[in-house]
Nanobody, 124 residues
Framework: QVRLVESGGGSVQAGGSLRLSCAAF?????VAWWRQAPGKQREVIAV???????????SLSDSVRGRFTISPDDSKRATYLQMNNLKPEDTATYFC?????????????????WGQGTQVTVSS
């Protein structure tokens, strides 16, 4: 099972920025950032997937597109979530998840491995 460790959470004022890091001990075809706010369901906000032979894809949820970016650093087995123009509604616990492609299809992922989560708090 892939092991994941998140870091980079914290408290920031609205309009500020944070960068979350997800360190993996093994490679995965898919790495995603999810978040869960108090009383709400966990939602996926950013995904990067690769088929291992040159094709890759990134996707962002409507709620973060234009403000957040997901990027890999293959040399470090790390995936970053750069979060800009943060809003109070971004307050949540952020999780990194990883796993294989579903049916070998780019952009469709399974997430058997999860990190412990890192808290992001945005004040108005």
């Amino acid at each position: 099972q892939v092991r994941l460790v998140e870091s980079g959470g914290g408290s920031v004022q609205a309009g500020g920025s944070l960068r979350l890091s997800c360190a993996a001990f093994e490679n995965s075809a898919c790495v995603a950032w999810w978040r869960q706010a108090p009383g709400k369901q966990r939602e996926v906000i950013a995904v990067i997937s690769t088929d291992g032979i040159g094709e890759s894809a990134k996707s962002l949820s409507d709620s973060v597109r234009g403000r957040f970016t997901i990027s890999p650093d293959d040399s470090k087995r790390a995936t970053y979530l750069q979060m800009n123009n943060l809003k109070p509604e971004d307050t949540a616990t952020y999780f990194c998840a990883a796993g294989p492609l579903r049916g070998g299809r780019i952009g469709e992922c399974l997430y058997p491995a999860w990190g412990q989560g890192t808290q992001v708090t945005v004040s108005s």
